[in-house]
């Protein structure tokens, strides 16, 4: 007797196999665990594609893109490239999987389900819960899909609105996880009232969870509004067999999700109803194979299919573990080693060793050669300026990206198809900027930089596109009439980032007076009366 209550207690705190894919799931999304220790995140090709739950793509860990922030970036740069990869992938990840990524592999459904475990009175659905179920569909509607599509058809800019003013996983995985770093310490200028008021969200919406079954999903998720839409005729869910079904209804009474049947759209196939239905008539399933069916009572499964599926079970994970082991080997040691080896040549420092301030020699890599600029910088008017004798570089500088430092020299393409190399433009003040397309601030601050090129046409100006989404840059540029700036585009063959020590935030501007010494170098979004006041300083 002892012996079985003892094994009932171990079945009881044993994790189900729908738990462990959640945690594997979680762990495989955010396989980038160095990005914890270091405080960036991860920026490779893989970022370009979609994972299929809810996770913030600024996560420090986070190995792709959310897909719910990729659709917004997607409409608002649609007034110059259709969104079709991102429609398509939510389009396929919904016929084959539907709800069942909101009940399996979403690692903000796995948050939702820890915070409800503690022990509360909870509430339970009624016919309020499924009339708030549809407020999803609104959000959805609004945030996701009209406010970007507007804002950047409209205004040319970028504002991913659900993700900016709701989204408790960008506060709770991107903020919070970045913020908490102190390599990221000079990013708290961007804590302001959007960040107040969507921390207020998240803490609301998380002590809600306590109480409220999947609150975020039921009622405010418009991913989950999406793949509701597939759950209709998805690969993958909770399917019922008519000839078994006696029409009880107790499935839907024990459900905690809003459904009026189950694989409705608020059904997220967690197959619990498997386990409720007397009659052994509800199972999960992939087209016509069975993941899990009915294995005790009437209608049960036979044992040997209940064996082969088992077999299959421990040889699907056998896989999958083999996979989540080498992409954590892949994303902490193996890429970041090839990187390294692999780095370009343009991310070689090219000043010739100098004393610092103590007196002793400061060592540099030998010198790389880099194409020589076989243009001059333009004047405001369109032509071509003579360019202003290179001054001799401070010879007690060190070589490094801090203010007092002499900027480390490198050459790079430009968009429009000249070459731009940081040595010609000693004796003139140079400004870097480094931004991106789906950065707000960013676009916001350009034109300051193109009225100030306007106003003073003897300052050089380069405006580093960060490597993710760079292919999209010279289409977004193309109709914003900011022709005195000089445009480049980073990627992980350039290195243009890691060499100038750039950071993940963005923007963040390096200013250098006309020897190429750092005079400033910040995170923060700039006015124009703000840039005036650097040049001016930098150009004493």
């Known amino acids: 007797m002892d012996k079985m209550i003892e094994n009932k207690k171990e079945r009881i705190q044993r994790p189900g196999t729908r738990r462990l894919v959640q945690l594997y799931a979680a762990l495989l999304y955010n396989a980038n665990l160095k990005g914890f220790i270091d405080g960036h995140i991860y920026t490779g090709n893989l970022k370009a594609v979609c994972v299929p739950g809810f996770n913030c793509y600024s996560c420090p860990g986070a190995i792709a893109s959310c897909p719910l922030g990729s659709l917004q970036n997607a409409l608002n740069a649609a007034g110059h490239t259709a969104p079709w990869y991102v429609l398509g992938i939510l389009a396929l990840f919904g016929v084959i999987l539907g709800r069942t990524i909101c009940g ?51 205004k040319g800019l970028i504002l991913p609105a659900f993700c900016k003013y709701i989204c408790p996983a960008g506060t709770f995985e991107g903020a919070v996880g970045l913020l908490q770093n102190p390599a990221n310490a000079t990013s708290f200028y961007q804590l302001g009232a959007v960040f107040t008021n969507k921390w207020v969200i998240m803490v609301v919406i998380g002590l809600a969870c306590v109480f409220c079954y999947r609150l975020f999903c039921r009622f405010i998720c418009p991913l989950g509004a999406i793949y509701g839409f597939f759950n209709r005729f998805s690969l993958t869910g909770v399917k019922v067999n008519p000839d078994r079904c006696n029409g009880c209804g107790l499935c839907v009474t024990k459900c905690r999700m809003d459904v009026r049947h189950v694989g409705d759209h608020e059904c997220i196939s967690c197959g619990k109803c498997i386990d409720t239905c007397a009659q052994g008539a509800i199972s999960l399933k992939c087209g016509k194979i069975t993941l899990r069916g009915p294995e005790v009572g009437k209608n049960a499964d036979p044992e040997p299919e209940i064996r082969k599926r088992r077999k299959a079970g421990r040889i699907a994970w056998g896989i999958a573990i083999a996979v989540l082991v080498f992409a954590v080997a892949w994303f902490n040691f193996i890429e970041p080693v090839i990187d390294r080896a692999n780095a370009p040549a343009a991310a070689v420092v090219t000043e010739q060793p100098a004393e610092n301030a103590a007196g002793t020699e400061t060592e540099a890599p030998e010198e790389t050669a880099v194409p020589e600029a076989t243009t001059a910088a333009p004047e405001a008017g369109g032509e071509a300026e003579e360019k202003a004798e290179p001054a001799a570089p401070a010879a007690d500088a060190p070589v490094g990206t801090e203010i007092g430092n002499l900027l480390p020299d490198f050459s790079t393409d430009l968009l429009s198809g000249e070459n731009f190399t940081l040595s010609d433009y ?43 989404g760079a292919k999209k840059a010279k289409d977004f540029l193309a109709d914003k009439g900011w022709d005195h700036l000089d445009f480049a585009l980073d990627s992980k063959e350039k290195g243009l980032l890691p060499l100038l020590n750039a950071a993940d935030a963005m923007p963040q501007t390096i200013i250098l007076d006309k020897q190429g010494v750092v005079t400033y170098n910040a995170q923060a979004p700039l006015t124009l009366e703000k840039l005036e006041a650097l040049y001016n300083q930098a150009n004493q």
């Open 426 to 468: 000693r004796g003139r003040v140079v400004i870097i900027n480094f931004w991106g397309t789906t950065c707000a601030p960013c676009v916001e601050e350009l034109p300051y930089y193109e009225q100030l090129k306007v106003a003073h046409p003897d300052v050089e100006i380069l405006a580093i596109h960060n490597r993710a």
């Open 104 to 154: 399996w592999i979403c690692p903000l459904g796995l948050i939702q389900e820890l915070l409800h475990r503690i022990p509360t009175p909870k509430i339970r659905k009624s016919r309020v819960t499924r009339i708030l179920s549809y407020l999803k569909y609104i959000l959805l509607a609004v945030f996701v899909i009209a406010i970007p599509l507007i804002w950047g058809v409209s």
